[in-house]
């Protein structure tokens, strides 16, 4: 007599975030690492720019670092709409829409962390690309190195 075959239940599917996780994290951190450079590039180049009297340099630093920090917003929100869209249930009301993307407690798995990540790199990006503004307000108003000409 021969025992039965052990029969093993079939493994659910596993959930696949809506995005890639480069896409989440590129959204999280462009915006930061926008700002630091930023930063780091303005500190940099002022000696030169003061020295040569050429603001030009300077301005296009913080162009291109708010771009850099605008790319993080856009793909933010792009992440947080795609995880935010992809509800299995397919409901559309609007209470469970609202629901389904703004991430909340106890949505784990990688929709809930995708979810997560695109809120969180949506909000960090929009504040550092107004942090680079900030830092660009006193390049355009000031004159270069406290000079009145």
């Given amino acids: 007599m021969s025992a039965p075959p052990i ?3 079939a493994a659910p599917p ?4 809506p995005v ?13 690492v926008a700002f630091v450079l930023n930063h780091l590039a303005l500190t940099f180049a002022e000696p030169s720019a003061c020295t040569n009297d050429a603001q030009l340099p300077l301005d296009l630093i913080a162009l291109v670092t708010f771009l850099i920090a605008l ?14 869209r992809s509800d299995a249930a397919g ?4 209470a469970d829409r609202a629901d389904r993307e703004w991430p ?16 969180l790199g ?15 307000i006193p390049i355009t108003m000031l004159p270069l190195c406290g000079s009145a000409g």
């Fill in 20 to 32: 890639s996780n480069l896409a989440a994290w590129a959204g999280v951190l462009l915006g930061p």
């Fill in 91 to 94: 409901r559309s009301d609007a």
């Fill in 71 to 84: 790319a993080g917003v856009a793909i933010a929100w792009r992440t947080w709409g795609r995880a935010g």
């Fill in 122 to 136: 949506f909000i960090l990006s929009v504040l550092f690309a107004t942090v680079v503004i900030a830092q660009w």
């Fill in 7 to 9: 029969v093993r239940p």
């Fill in 104 to 119: 909340r407690a106890g949505a784990g798995g990688p929709l809930g962390r995708t979810r997560f990540m695109g809120a």
């Fill in 14 to 17: 596993r959930e696949h975030p």
